[in-house]
């Protein structure tokens, strides 16, 4: 299990930047393996284009290194501080990308006024308050503030997402960088109109119970 989730968490990193969401080595992914609760993450400063998946460090919940030769991400305590405190997390995703990260840099949410917030995010996106790199204050800030969504924006710093999995993080990272660019976009022309609390519920219900194909 831990060798097939060092192979999806390399290249949902890799896919970071192909996707606009980070910039040279910011950002970063990590996931948790469900049998042994490890969680792999990105090391720290290395480029995501020769990123490899023997490059991954493999943390235990205490944030001692089990496994790997690079330091992992500076953010390793926000993710397990996440990780320790919401069992249904599966994985943690941090972006800088530039819509996003503008509503955070004015400490605003983003309204939900488009069916695409409602249905992916189920209401606003939330902000956080300020809270400094390098400890657990950012994964404390994510823990009481971002609710059922799995999304928010960090104020003065950028946005994380998370999910069951590896790729229900990612989609949430790309759904969060579209929307704001198209509620940026919007109140470049007037004041965007938020959708009603009954249609948010209508419609983030319907989407998750009918989106996408039967299982089985």
Excluded: W
Excluded at 144 to 167: C, S, W, Y
């Amino acid at each position: 299990m831990l060798d097939e989730l060092r192979e999806i968490v390399c290249r949902y990193n890799k896919l970071l930047p192909k996707h606009g969401l980070v910039t040279m080595t910011s950002g970063n992914v990590s996931g948790r393996d469900s049998e042994s609760g490890l969680v792999v993450v990105k090391p720290s400063g290395v480029d995501f284009e020769v990123l490899a998946p023997g490059d991954m460090c493999v943390i235990g919940l205490d944030g001692k290194l089990v496994e790997g030769k690079l330091k992992p991400s500076v953010d390793t305590a926000t993710h397990l501080y996440v990780y320790r405190n919401m069992p249904g997390v599966g994985s943690v995703i941090h972006t800088h990308s530039n819509f996003a990260t503008a509503f955070a840099a004015l400490g605003r949410p983003i309204p939900c006024c488009l069916t695409a917030i409602a249905d992916e995010f189920g209401g606003p996106i939330p902000v956080s308050d300020y809270a400094p790199v390098g400890g657990d204050e950012i994964g404390r800030e994510i823990v009481e503030k971002i609710g059922d969504r799995p999304a928010i924006l960090m104020k003065n710093h950028g946005v994380f997402t998370v999910g069951r999995t590896v790729q229900d993080a990612f989609k949430a990272a790309v759904m969060v960088e579209d929307v704001a660019k198209t509620v940026y976009l919007a109140t470049c022309m007037g004041e965007p109109l938020e959708l009603p609390a009954e249609e948010i519920a209508r419609a983030h219900k319907r989407y998750i119970e009918k989106y996408g194909q039967e299982n089985g």
